[in-house]
């Protein structure tokens, strides 16, 4: 897959190899274009980079999908994505911290729950200027997700804890937490729109962070918190 960042579009066109050969040199040569990237794990050696930034050569659909998405005022975020009353909560850590048991807890703590996206749900703006928490095919190692949209009630960033406690960030706290959880594409212009895209979330829509223990109580802390002021 070859994508073509414009100012006004992307292009995506996709090619078919056999060739082990032509196989191999092409990973190798995406290997060496991920340690161009900002994630600290792939831009190490960067100077042996075989793809300058501005001309990515990506080898899945899902990261053309996050730069595709920034042109229709959408990014995505690695979360598990619950929906509860309507309305659509991320919970967001690094792997392993217990998104999905956090997730699973509402579904069986609420009939009318069910998990929106268990990694990578979308925020998307539609022309309401309301930020919206949608499906996405990728949905992680359970795979589960539906391809519904509803509105974004709050972000809640998680923290193994040994008690239950929640507490909502300041603005700019809410942004370190957000930018571990979203990929930053490598070109300028992208760079800004994903920066306002970022501005306008957080303007709007609540982020918290909890520390928690995997168990139900933790599950009614941030309905708590969350809807009892409706």
């Known amino acids: 897959m070859l994508t073509k960042i414009r100012q006004d579009k992307i292009d995506i066109s996709f090619y078919h190899f056999q060739d082990e050969e032509e196989i191999r040199l092409i990973n190798e040569a995406l290997r060496e274009y991920k340690k161009t990237m900002p994630n600290p794990k792939e831009y190490k050696n960067a100077q042996n980079a075989a793809f300058k930034p501005e001309f990515p050569l990506i080898n899945s659909t899902d990261q053309a999908m996050r730069y595709a998405l920034l042109s229709h005022n959408g990014f995505m975020v690695h979360a598990s994505a619950i929906v509860y009353d309507g309305q659509g909560i991320l919970f967001s850590a690094p792997s392993g911290t217990g998104k999905t048991t956090h997730t699973k807890l509402w579904e069986a703590a609420y009939e009318s729950s069910f998990i929106l996206n268990d990694d990578s749900p979308i925020i998307r703006f539609m022309e309401d200027g309301k930020a919206y928490a949608c499906g996405s095919p990728w949905a992680g190692v359970s795979g589960e997700g539906r391809n519904v949209m509803v509105p974004l009630k709050a972000i809640v ?8 406690e929640i507490s909502r960030l300041q603005t700019i706290q809410a942004l370190q937490w957000l930018l571990g959880s979203v990929n ?47």
């Not at 960033?157 to 040994?162: I, M, S, T, Y």
């Not at 920066?195 to 223990?213: G, M, N, Q, W």
Request: hydrophobic letters at 35%; a negative charge.
């Open 184 to 230: 930053r594409p490598v070109e300028k212009g992208l760079m800004d729109k994903l920066f306002t895209l970022i501005h306008l979330l957080l303007s709007d829509t609540p982020c918290y962070l909890l520390k928690c223990r995997p168990d139900r109580d933790a599950v009614e802390t941030v309905k708590n918190e969350l809807f009892c002021n409706d």
């Open 157 to 164: 960033f998680l923290q193994q804890g040994e008690k239950n």
